[in-house]
């Protein structure tokens, strides 16, 4: 995925870039809406990233000018401005999201990634994630290991299917909470590891290799399939 990030605070576009980064996407700096423009008619971004309050213009300039020369990137808008007049404003300006300052990273990553689905209108590669001897039908919503079918709810497939989709990432709670839960869910409830724990008591057990992996301190991932 390729990120153009418009924003003029330092410390935010650092924050930003080397999360992103860290995640394997590509991203684009520009300091102003000017620098912002003139990137976005030439470079071949899956998502702009726009906060509003730039020094050259304002936010919703850049956005309502990109919208008249054609462009249909996405665009998610970042702001202090909370007020749900401000936020109508920026959709109806073209935005397709808004996300307001402070943010947590992982809500900011689910969100451009849902947005890049919508306008690639993604489609899984495959219908069937295998790890190993762990296989998940996302079609049929079935699930075995080796031979042996297993039940899962419909949570525990959704976070399945997100430790599935990267073997060896690690995924935050939050990141968790967030993709399966939504946005909405409170971030303190322990509700991601009560999740894991179910899941761990269908997948690892009767002898079998441990697949779900703890990492201290940062959260959850699926252990990927040994080479060879």
Known sequence: MNVLLVEDEPRVADFIDR???????GVTVAENGGDGIELAKTGDFDVIVLDLMLPDMHGYDVCQRLRQDGQHTPILMLTA???IEDKIKGIKL???DYLTKPFDFDELLVRIEALVRRSHNFTPSSNVLTVGDLELDRELLEVKRGDEPIKLTAKELAILELLMSS???VFSRTRILNQV????????TNVVDVYIARLRRKIDTKGREPLIETVRGHGYRLKPAAAG
């Open 19 to 25: 999360g992103l980064r860290a995640e394997n996407h």
């Open 81 to 83: 401005m909370d007020a």
């Open 94 to 96: 073209g935005a397709d």
């Open 167 to 169: 073997p060896g990432r």
């Open 181 to 188: 839960w939504g946005y909405s869910e409170d971030p303190l």
